[in-house]
């Protein structure tokens, strides 16, 4: 079969450096889990570099004329592509509640949403790793008093370890993105259970960023927090002036007001 023509409304970017495949491939430590899934191989560069490891390679991938391609391509997938939109799929139709770790290149006009898909999993998935817009990356593993420092650094830093590994230019990928591309690696921390409730953990740290420019005083007016509990002095401080470790504590707190 004929190589698969990158489609613009998937986002689609195929990478041609194969070292960097490799290098993408061995950013995962392989422990504590028995099965990859990649997310959108495309025409399997990544994943060739996969099914070399003593482990389980699994891939999910939307575009029908790419599925083909791989299960053309690369025999050892057999029983093993799933043809589904990762952010709608039920993975557990797969994994069944086993650990799991995440690679990919990732689509970037869904890349964020990626994330966040994947940290509703993050009892199973000790480990992610891949490559985004560059900016992207970099904000998954800002830390506090920046202006890329938000929302998603916050939320995926409170459960893993997030570290910016390196650097991808424009020309190793057909058709070139008009941006620069970055690959990190988040490993959960070994106890990644927050002390505090972790709906309204979510609910504090987004609606502190919906409005970053704010105080806290008065972006979480919403919350209803009572007058003895906004004349803390955590609350004179914008959002991004927080860690992770200052947004659980201020959970707390909104905690023990009754909230």
């Known amino acids: 079969m004929e190589k698969v023509k990158a489609k613009k409304h998937l986002g689609q970017h195929f990478l041609k450096d194969e070292s960097i495949a490799k290098d993408i491939a061995d950013t995962l430590n392989l422990e504590g889990y028995e099965d990859i899934l990649e997310i959108g191989p495309g ?3 990544l994943t ?3 099914l070399d490891k003593p482990i389980n390679t699994y891939v999910i991938e939307i ?3 790419s599925v083909t391609y791989l299960d053309e391509n690369y025999p050892k997938l057999k029983d093993r592509i799933i043809s589904k939109d990762f952010l709608r799929y039920n993975i557990n139709e797969i994994f069944d509640g086993k650990q799991f770790a995440i690679i990919g290149n990732f689509p970037y006009n869904i890349s964020t949403q990626i994330v966040f898909r994947a940290l509703e999993y993050r009892h ?9 817009q ?3 990356a970099q904000r998954i593993c800002e830390k506090k008093g920046t202006k890329a420092y938000g929302i998603l650094s916050v939320l995926v830093q409170a459960f ?3 570290e910016y590994l390196f650097t991808v230019d424009e ?3 057909i058709p070139p993105p008009k941006v620069k591309s970055g690959v990190l690696r988040l490993r959960r921390k070994k106890d990644f259970s927050l002390p505090c409730g972790e709906k309204l953990f979510f609910t504090v740290v987004k609606t502190a960023f919906q409005q970053r420019r704010k105080t806290l005083r008065n972006s979480l007016k919403t919350l209803n927090l009572t007058d003895s509990l906004r004349e803390d002095k955590i609350f004179d401080l914008r959002p991004e ?6 947004f659980i504590a201020l959970t707390q707190k909104i905690e023990a007001d009754g909230v």
């Open 43 to 45: 025409m399997g560069v």
């Open 48 to 50: 060739k570099y996969l």
């Open 241 to 246: 002036q927080l860690n992770v470790a200052e």
């Open 160 to 162: 893993y370890d997030a």
């Open 171 to 173: 020309h190793v990928f």
């Open 63 to 65: 575009d029908a004329e």
């Open 134 to 136: 560059k900016e992207v």
């Open 124 to 132: 199973q998935i000790p480990e992610f790793a891949g490559m985004f």
